[in-house]
């Protein structure tokens, strides 16, 4: 069975990227155009209002890049670090645990997009497409298939 897992892991991964950046850019959208349930009570937060409303933008970004794996690492580090911010800064002060202070989703998305800073983004990701596509790339592979020995 390890075999199938080990082949079906990029595209785990993918779906698991894929999903998470949808949760987090939903979250954004709620918060940035008060849709989807709005921010606090169905509105959404004032353009330039500090830390909420740039919070979201990286959350509706964020989430995008990520879901599509597009700048997949730096989106995700970008967002890992917003939400670990708004961990410390908003709910940490009311209790220390995050099932205590209301900050579990914080806590979550923070660990949940440093792990993709990591793994990348798996199969499916606008980043694999792009790096296919470089003009470094063909022409190492120009050299390496001039270089290989062939067959005669």
Same mark, same amino acid.
């Given at each position: 069975?390890?075999?199938?897992?080990?082949?079906?892991?990029?595209?785990?991964?993918?779906?698991?990227?894929?999903?998470?950046?949808?949760?987090?850019?939903?979250?954004?959208?709620?918060?940035?155009?008060?849709?989807?349930?709005?921010?606090?009570?169905?509105?959404?937060?004032?353009?330039?209002?500090?830390? @909420?409303?740039?919070a *979201? %933008?990286?959350?509706? #970004?964020?989430g995008? &890049? !990520?879901?599509? +794996?597009? /700048?997949?690492? =730096?989106?995700?580090?970008?967002?890992?670090?917003?939400?670990?911010?708004?961990?410390?800064?908003?709910?940490?002060?009311?209790?220390?645990?995050?099932?205590?202070?209301? @900050?579990?989703?914080? *806590? %979550?998305?923070?660990? #949940?997009?440093?792990? &993709? !800073?990591?793994? +990348?983004? /798996?199969?499916? =990701?606008?980043?694999?497409?792009?790096?296919a596509?470089?003009?470094?790339?063909?022409?190492?592979?120009?050299?390496?298939?001039?270089t290989?020995?062939?067959?005669?």
């Amino acid at each position: 069975m390890t075999p199938h897992l080990h082949r079906a892991q990029p595209y785990v991964l993918a779906l698991f990227r894929i999903v998470v950046g949808g949760l987090f850019a939903c979250h954004g959208a709620a918060s940035v155009f008060g849709v989807l349930g709005g921010a606090h009570g169905g509105g959404s937060i004032a353009a330039g209002t500090w830390p @909420g409303w740039y919070a *979201a %933008v990286i959350q509706l #970004v964020g989430g995008v &890049l !990520v879901a599509l +794996g597009l /700048g997949t690492r =730096a989106a995700a580090l970008v967002s890992s670090g917003s939400m670990a911010y708004a961990y410390f800064t908003v709910h940490q002060s009311h209790a220390l645990l995050p099932l205590q202070n209301g @900050g579990e989703p914080s *806590a %979550v998305f923070c660990w #949940v997009f440093l792990l &993709l !800073v990591f793994t +990348g983004p /798996g199969a499916l =990701a606008l980043d694999n497409l792009l790096a296919a596509r470089t003009p470094d790339r063909q022409d190492r592979d120009r050299a390496q298939e001039q270089t290989s020995p062939v067959a005669v």
